[in-house]
């Protein structure tokens, strides 16, 4: 049972198109996250966003822009996709609890082509 | 700034083998450290954390220990199963910079039989 779910889960697509990548919860966590991941640089995050109003730019956000649609809703979109966004991508989510650090919970990510 | 360095793969063992991948961090405050675990064509999953100095973080046999003295956060394990081919990612929370996570490369282990 996968509570933090990504569509699509392979997406091939070309030069210049916009492509959205989506992410939903049943976890009722309030923080979520993008990641890109590349052989050889591990994880690097895109964007997060801490509630529906709030959301940041992480370490790699050029070429990218984030919605969140609900608390349980936070789409990513390429708004013209270029070769080097040839990623796996990953979409995750954790709770705040006031000083507690707690853990990120990953979805199954979305391999993308862009050709 | 924070980051973390874990050791390059990939690491191929015999199964029995111990198991050591290291890992070390360089952070601006208190971080929390965790390890997590891809397997092949999943998401990552949460093998252990610790949130303070000498903690040990344990899971499934794995074992690490928050050593702020030397920076590291080696993960190990005394005898390693084919169950436990996968992406070993090293991982550290900063508290000042709200909880951001920052993570090592990841470290390819394949065990044989």
């Known amino acids: 049972d996968a509570d933090v779910t990504q569509t699509p889960r392979n997406r091939i697509t070309k030069t210049g198109k916009r492509i959205m990548l989506e992410c939903s919860q049943t976890?009722?966590?309030?923080?979520m996250y993008w990641y890109r991941q590349d052989p050889g640089l591990g994880l690097r995050l895109i964007y997060y966003?801490?509630?529906?109003?709030?959301?940041n730019k992480g370490e790699i956000s050029d070429g990218y822009s984030v919605s969140r649609q609900a608390q349980a809703k936070f789409s990513l979109s390429l708004e013209s996709a270029i070769p080097n966004q040839t990623a796996l991508y990953f979409c995750?989510?954790?709770?705040?609890?006031?000083?507690?650090?707690?853990?990120?919970?990953f979805g199954p990510g979305t391999r993308l082509t862009v050709l | 700034g924070n980051s973390v360095t874990q050791m390059e793969g990939p690491v191929t063992l015999s199964e029995e083998a111990f198991l050591t991948i290291n890992c070390t961090y360089t952070?601006?405050?208190?971080?929390?450290l965790f390890w997590y675990v891809q397997y092949p064509g999943e998401g990552l999953q949460l093998l252990l954390k610790?949130?303070?100095?000498?903690d040990k973080g344990s899971n499934k046999g794995f074992e690490a220990t928050y050593r702020k003295e030397t920076t590291s956060f080696h993960l190990e394990k005394g005898s390693v199963q084919v169950s436990d081919s996968a992406v070993y990612f090293c991982?550290?929370?900063?508290?000042?910079?709200?909880?951001?996570?920052?993570f090592g490369t990841g470290t390819s282990l394949t065990v044989i039989p």
């Open positions: 976890k009722g966590h309030d923080r």
């Open positions: 991982a550290l929370s900063d508290p000042y910079n709200g909880n951001q996570f920052y």
């Open positions: 610790a949130t303070k100095a000498d």
């Open positions: 995750a989510t954790s709770l705040h609890s006031g000083g507690a650090i707690n853990e990120q919970f």
């Open positions: 952070a601006t405050g208190y971080p929390s």
């Open positions: 966003s801490f509630d529906v109003k709030d959301i």
